[in-house]
């Protein structure tokens, strides 16, 4: 079954320092999203991607925040200078269509800065 | 702009005993209703969706949820929970298109 593929798992990084957020979406799908679910609270939209441009963002997305498709098949998420309130798991999403009938959701990317 | 709320954040229950996640929602337009699992270190995995038609939907693992928009409702409901069923459950809604929109979730803590 085809699935949405995150890397790393878990990362660990200094304040101030750069992170990259990896995601494989599923192949045929053209509508991609960044979420996050800090510890203890709810999931949160962070970002949608389509056609190599962002379509929405959410008022947490701020300047800190940058998001690319390098290639064909990579969809990576930026954090320019961590902020210990960044920590969080970072969920990568994928839809085949445009009204978002189904939404699939990778394993996640645990960040932790310290 | 849309919210969910889910009115239990645990519910305990016994293995076999039947189980209803609550979860009620806002918006002000037609919205897709869905439901979303999450294990133990690991990502979220639909359960089921209502986009349109019968307000009975039924999902994976044996759920199913019914839309009900006088109430503003989209209850999750299963007849007999099981061990592994033991998660944290998540309702969203979003509008056509648009980004999901997340409730806090419910764990859901099955007892043998």
């Known amino acids: 079954e085809p699935e949405v593929t995150q890397t790393p798992s878990h990362q660990v990084t200094q304040m101030g320092q750069e992170v990259i957020l990896r995601c494989v979406p599923i192949s045929n799908h053209l509508y991609f999203y960044w979420y996050r679910q800090i510890l203890g609270q709810k999931v949160e939209f962070l970002v949608s991607f389509y056609n190599n441009e962002i379509s929405e963002k959410s008022e947490i997305f701020d300047d800190q925040f940058s998001v690319e498709r390098p290639d064909g098949s990579n969809f990576t998420l930026k954090i320019r200078s961590t902020k210990l309130e960044d920590s969080a798991m970072y969920f990568c999403?994928?839809?085949?269509?445009?009204?978002?009938?189904?939404?699939?959701f990778g394993q996640g990317t645990r960040l932790t800065v310290v | 702009a849309q919210s969910v709320t889910q009115l239990d954040s645990q519910v305990p229950v016994f293995e076999e005993a039947p189980v209803e996640l609550r979860c009620n929602y806002s918006?002000?337009?037609?919205?897709?209703l869905f439901w979303y699992v999450q294990y133990p270190n690991q990502g979220l995995q639909l359960l089921l969706k209502?986009?349109?038609?019968?307000?009975l939907v039924k999902g994976i693992n044996g759920f199913e949820a019914e839309f009900n928009k006088s109430q503003t409702s989209f209850h999750l409901r299963k007849p007999s929970v099981h061990i592994s069923d033991t998660a944290e459950y998540f309702c969203a809604v979003s509008r056509r298109g648009n980004k999901l929109v997340f409730g806090a979730g419910t764990i859901l803590r099955v007892k043998s």
């Open positions: 918006s002000s337009v037609s919205v897709y």
């Open positions: 999403a994928s839809s085949e269509d445009s009204l978002n009938t189904e939404a699939f």
């Open positions: 209502y986009l349109s038609g019968s307000t």
